[in-house]
Structures are given as C-alpha cells and as structure tokens.
C-alpha cells in the first residue's frame, strides 16, 4: 500500500510564523517516521501555483494566525479541491472571530464572559468597563496582543490607542475571569483529556508562556474533581459542534473554584489550529488518551477532506 503523499503547510505571514514553522517541522517529521511521502511548504502570496505543481493528495495545515486559521486558506484548497485537515472556511472564519464565536456557543449554552467589542481608540480615556478586565484583539491568537488591566489600576492601557498597536483597530474588552486555566482537546466527535496550564513566571498563559520550554506547567490529567472534569469535557465538545469544528480543536477555559469546589466555568476560544510544537498541549493530552504523536497526525491525515 502507498501511503498518501502530504504537503505540510507551515510559516505564512502572520505574527504566529515562528509558532507555525515550529509545528510543521515536528508534524513533517512524524509524518516521515510513519511512513507518508511529506513535502514541507512554506506559504508564501504563490500558494495556489505551488500546490497545482505539486498536487498532493492531503494538505496539512500547521499555519496559525490569520490567513492559516480564519478561513483563507481553507477557501484556497476547496478551489484547488485538495483535501485538507482542521476545520473547514465557515468554522475557521468563525472561530477566528472571538465576538462571533463567543454568541454562537453562548447560545448553545456554554458559559461566557461578559465582553464588548469596541475601536480601540474609544479604549482611551476612562475605563470600558469596571476593573479587572482583559483587552484583546478580536482576530488574533497564541495571545497576541492581550492585555491585562487589574482591578487597581486607574486607567486603561495607553498602549491599545498607540502607534505601536498592530493587531487591528476592532478590540474585544472581557470580564477578567479569577482561577485556572483549563483546556480540553476534541478529536473527530470525541472531547480528550483536560489539562490544566500553569504559567510559570507569566501573569497569564502569554505567548512565551505557551511556546518557550519552562515557560508553562502542564498537569495532565488535570487535578479536579470527576463532575467538574466531565462538565468542561463537555463544554468543550458543545463548543466543537456549535461552530462546526472538524478534525482537532482545543477549547481553552477559566475555572474559579476561590469559594466552592462547583465554582465558575467559563469558555474563552475554541482553537481550530492548535500548536503541534514540542511543548505543545493537543500532543500531550492526546499521549494521555493514548495516541502517540504519529498515530494523532495520521488521524488527522486520514480524516482530511474537502467540504469541511
């Protein structure tokens, strides 16, 4: 039997490039080990010439970012009808648009917080809403962009109105969410472990946190209760269907258990392009249900279609 022939999308343009190449090298390389002929493509504005000269019989998608992750070059791929892992063009769109996300699964009954979406120079002057609060881009990932604002601080950060902001003008102002960080990986119809991040040296789980060794702690299993951990296994699978996620997501959530054990759950993102890196979540918590890594990609290579 001949195994397919895979061409690993990595790099692009996004702020996320340096993650992207990181994930796609370790995705190519295991796909190696397990016997698929790999070409590895860096994504440059020729995308579309370069998969028509290689007509490969899979795209793997390791981009993150816009471009990789909101739907662009999911549209690309059902042009060329190159059958593709991860979510399709509507749920990356989707997803990728955290105010957007955020009404569809409310309304399937996943817990959210209170946010608001806004231009950042109305951030200015006086506080949106009452501290503690979180500022973030609406279409970013690996956390670009957030800001904390805590609860004694007398104004809002100057940097969201500045020059040097380049994340969009269009910003999402949340509900700071006290407790811990929790996520949950879905794969096909089946919601995986929870983990619990523990940032070491981070205020949050920032982008140092999530992708340099050292920068995060992970407790896979996550220690809390049986009840608690069904509830976001669930929570995560809603989330999953709600936006119409295909192949793996991970749903990223806050559990402030400070006064009773029940405490809040809340849901923040649904990640349709989790990190494949090294220190990378889905890997682990895929390990721990007992998917080596060759086994998760293959997966995911056998799962990968066009009209997604």
């Given at each position: ?20 190449l ?6 190519a ?6 016997g ?35 739907g662009?070059i999911?549209?690309?791929?059902e ?28 309304a ?6 209170q946010?608001?979406?806004m ?9 949106p809403?009452?501290?503690?609060y ?8 690996s956390?670009?962009?957030?800001v904390?604002v ?16 380049r994340?969009?003008d ?13 996520t ?9 472990g929870?983990?619990?991040i ?8 920032d ?8 920068g ?16 976001i ?17 991970r ?10 054990e029940?405490?809040?759950i809340?849901?923040?993102e649904?990640?349709?392009?989790p ?6 979540l889905?890997p ?12 998760l990609?293959?997966?995911m ?8």
């Amino acid at each position: 039997m001949t195994l397919k022939h895979v061409a690993v999308l990595m790099g692009g343009f996004s702020s996320e490039r340096p993650v992207s190449l990181s994930s796609g090298n370790a995705c190519a390389d295991a796909l190696e080990e397990v016997g698929y002929r790999v070409t590895r493509v860096d994504v440059r504005r020729d995308i579309a010439a370069v998969l028509s000269e290689l007509n490969p019989d899979v795209a793997f998608n390791a981009l993150h970012g816009p471009y990789g992750e909101d739907g662009t070059i999911q549209g690309i791929l059902e042009y060329l009808q190159i059958p593709y892992t991860h979510s399709g063009v509507l749920a990356s769109a989707l997803a990728m648009n955290k105010e957007k996300a955020k009404k569809v699964v409310e309304a399937v009954g996943v817990p959210v917080a209170q946010a608001r979406v806004m231009s950042r120079f109305d951030v200015g002057n006086k506080h949106p809403m009452k501290p503690p609060y979180v500022v973030k881009p609406v279409n970013e990932g690996s956390s670009f962009g957030v800001v904390m604002v805590k609860e004694d601080q007398s104004h809002p950060p100057q940097i969201i109105g500045s020059s040097e902001w380049r994340y969009g003008d269009a910003v999402m102002v949340e509900r700071y969410i006290h407790g811990r960080e929790l996520t949950c990986a879905v794969m096909g119809d089946v919601a995986l472990g929870v983990c619990e991040i523990i940032p070491t040296g981070h205020a949050f789980y920032d982008y140092d946190s999530k992708y340099v060794p050292g920068g995060s702690k992970h407790e896979c299993p996550a220690k809390v209760s049986p009840n608690i951990y069904q509830k976001i296994q669930t929570l995560a699978l809603k989330a999953h269907q709600a936006i119409g996620c295909r192949g793996v997501s991970r749903s990223d959530f806050r559990y402030d258990d400070r006064y009773s054990e029940n405490g809040e759950i809340i849901w923040l993102e649904v990640n349709t392009q989790p990190g494949m890196t090294p220190t990378s979540l889905v890997p682990e918590i895929a390990a721990q249900a007992g998917h080596s890594f060759g086994e998760l990609l293959s997966w995911m290579v056998e799962d990968a279609s066009c009209l997604r």
